[in-house]
Nanobody, 115 residues
Framework: QVQLVESGGGLVQPGGSLRLSCAASGSIFSRMPVTWYRQAPGQQREFVAR???????IYSDSVKGRFTISRDNAKSAVYLQMNSLKPEDTAVYFC?????????WGQGTQVTVSS
């Protein structure tokens, strides 16, 4: 069974950068697409970015041009490089991978963008 652990969150000023990591266990990881979501206070979970097993990436309109998702299958990890951060990016960020019709989820990591 796959386990996911997010890390790298923290406090950053507007315009700053942060890199999130999603570390995975399980031999099937390299064949899985992995998705980053975020959830701000009082809001539903929102799609951020997804990377396929082959490394192809898609992004939500709100983060296009600012965020980059990537994966390193040799390290069983997926990353989210976040640049030009805005206060609106403040949220708990989760990574997710498919588990049949459902998903595996990590515990989340807090990102706060504030002056």
């Amino acid at each position: 069974q796959v386990q996911l652990v997010e890390s790298g969150g923290g406090l950053v000023q507007p315009g700053g950068s942060l890199r999130l990591s999603c570390a995975a266990s399980g031999s099937i990881f390299s064949r899985m697409p992995v998705t980053w979501y975020r959830q701000a206070p009082g809001q539903q979970r929102e799609f951020v970015a997804r990377v396929s097993s082959a490394g192809y990436a898609i992004y939500s309109d709100s983060v296009k041009g600012r965020f980059t998702i990537s994966r390193d299958n040799a390290k069983s990890a997926v990353y989210l490089q976040m640049n030009s951060l805005k206060p609106e990016d403040t949220a708990v960020y989760f990574c997710s991978a498919p588990d049949g019709p459902a998903n595996y989820w990590g515990q989340g990591t807090q990102v706060t963008v504030s002056s």
